[in-house]
């Protein structure tokens, strides 16, 4: 049988062989008894820390109810379960402030992170203050300045915009003008666009025209050489031709002709003649003008007549040759039409002729003109 006793947080086991030992204090009460033996052992190796064999406890009523009363036994129960409530409370509590330590020096580091930072914005927060109050001085200052500068300056703005109006306003009407101007120069674009135009037609119609001069040019320089080829039998003082003003002008003299007086072609005369309308047949678009020309010697009526009468003679040998008789006009010029003096036998003796104008036709050219 065993028997326990609670002492603060010590607990005391006592084995039934033991109660042997306690035979010597038969004289006592075994609740006086078993104090006496707790006492006399306490320093024994059966006195066990409570904390390592708090199993005990559990045994604790069954010892007591062993040996002592229903009364004290209860009331040792109560004082165990007190005891070991008491126990639970403090484990707790310990676990607790184990916890709450670990909190409060998260909190403390936490707290001391915070001191710093709110010191270094303390910093900052006074540094932007005072930059704040420069700025605010300088902002006091440049409104001060604004208002100098907006009460000195009002009279000179009112000039300025006024200035700017006048200056709105020619810019206004130099616009006009330059729109009007632009018109101008439109309808002159457009008169010298059409006058480009006019004048490029023109230089068209002169190429044109040239190239059909040059081309009649060409024909009547080589009218020219079949001409001096046919008569190169005659001498250039009875028979010369030339090219002047697009024309050909063949001058017979009246020696080669005609006897003095006479209309009436000598044989050498005709011979020149034939010689001449056969090569002047042969080029339809060539005019041919016979001219009678005289001294001054006699009247003019007979001076008319005589050249008049020696152009129509000279014109029908010609158109027996085979040139054409519309194309052949005969006229007398008399002595109106001189080529030299007629103060000299010499000048005489030159105004004595029968010149043969050729023209090239020139209605190429008038249909070309009035196009």
């Known amino acids: 049988m065993f028997f326990g006793f609670c002492n603060g947080f010590e607990l005391v086991i006592i084995c039934k062989k033991e109660m042997d030992v306690l035979s010597?204090?038969?004289?006592?009460?075994?609740?006086?008894?078993?104090?006496?033996?707790?006492?006399?052992?306490?320093?024994?190796?059966?006195?066990?820390?409570?904390?390592?064999?708090?199993?005990?406890?559990?045994?604790?009523?069954?010892i007591v109810s062993?040996?002592?009363?229903?009364?004290?036994?209860?009331?040792?129960?109560?004082?165990?379960d007190q005891l070991k409530y008491n126990y639970d409370q403090l484990v707790k509590v310990n676990a607790e402030n184990r916890i709450l330590l670990t909190k409060i020096d998260s909190l403390q580091l936490l707290s001391d992170r915070l001191n710093s930072e709110l010191?270094?914005?303390?910093?900052?927060?006074?540094?932007?203050?005072?930059a704040f109050d420069d700025v605010t001085v300088r902002y006091n200052k440049l409104v001060e300045q604004?208002?100098?500068?907006?009460?000195?300056?009002?009279?000179?703005?009112?000039?300025?915009?006024?200035?700017?109006?006048?200056?709105?306003?020619?810019?206004?009407?130099?616009?006009?003008?330059?729109?009007?101007l632009s018109n101008v120069l439109t309808n002159k674009q457009k008169a010298l666009d059409l006058a480009t135009k006019n004048l490029e037609e023109r230089e068209q119609k002169l190429r044109e025209l040239q190239r059909i001069i040059d081309e009649k040019d060409q024909n009547l320089a080589g009218l020219q050489n079949k001409l001096k080829g046919a008569l190169s039998g005659f001498s250039p003082e009875d028979l010369n031709i030339v090219q002047k003003d697009g024309k050909l002008y063949?001058?017979?003299?009246?020696?080669?002709?005609?006897?003095?007086?006479?209309?009436?072609?000598?044989?050498?005369?005709?011979?020149?003649?034939?010689?001449?309308?056969?090569?002047?047949?042969?080029?339809?678009?060539?005019?041919?003008?016979?001219?009678?020309?005289?001294?001054?010697?006699?009247?003019?009526?007979?001076?008319?007549?005589?050249?008049?009468?020696?152009?129509?003679?000279?014109?029908?040998?010609?158109?027996?040759?085979?040139?054409?008789?519309?194309?052949?006009?005969?006229?007398?010029?008399?002595?109106y039409v001189p080529v030299a003096s007629n103060d000299t036998k010499e000048g005489k003796g030159k105004n004595r002729r029968t010149e043969i104008i050729l023209s090239p036709k020139l209605t190429a050219l008038y249909n070309l003109i009035n196009k």
């Not at 100098?148 to 915009?161: D, H, P, V």
């Open 250 to 335: 063949a001058t017979l003299s009246q020696d080669l002709l005609f006897a003095s007086g006479s209309k009436q072609i000598d044989p050498k005369g005709i011979d020149a003649l034939k010689k001449f309308g056969g090569v002047l047949k042969n080029y339809p678009d060539i005019e041919v003008s016979v001219e009678g020309h005289t001294d001054t010697d006699g009247s003019a009526e007979l001076n008319w007549n005589l050249s008049a009468d020696r152009a129509i003679s000279v014109t029908k040998v010609l158109i027996g040759e085979g040139v054409d008789a519309k194309r052949v006009i005969p006229s007398g010029r008399a002595f």
């Open 119 to 130: 010191k270094h914005a303390k910093e900052a927060a006074a540094s932007a203050q005072k």
């Open 66 to 80: 062993s040996c002592v009363s229903s009364k004290k036994y209860n009331k040792l129960q109560f004082e165990r």
């Open 146 to 180: 604004n208002k100098m500068l907006t009460n000195a300056s009002s009279q000179e703005r009112g000039k300025f915009i006024n200035e700017l109006n006048e200056k709105d306003k020619l810019l206004t009407t130099r616009e006009q003008q330059l729109d009007s």
């Open 24 to 62: 010597g204090f038969n004289k006592l009460p075994l609740k006086k008894s078993v104090i006496c033996y707790i006492l006399t052992n306490f320093a024994t190796p059966y006195i066990l820390p409570m904390k390592k064999y708090f199993f005990l406890l559990l045994f604790l009523p069954f």
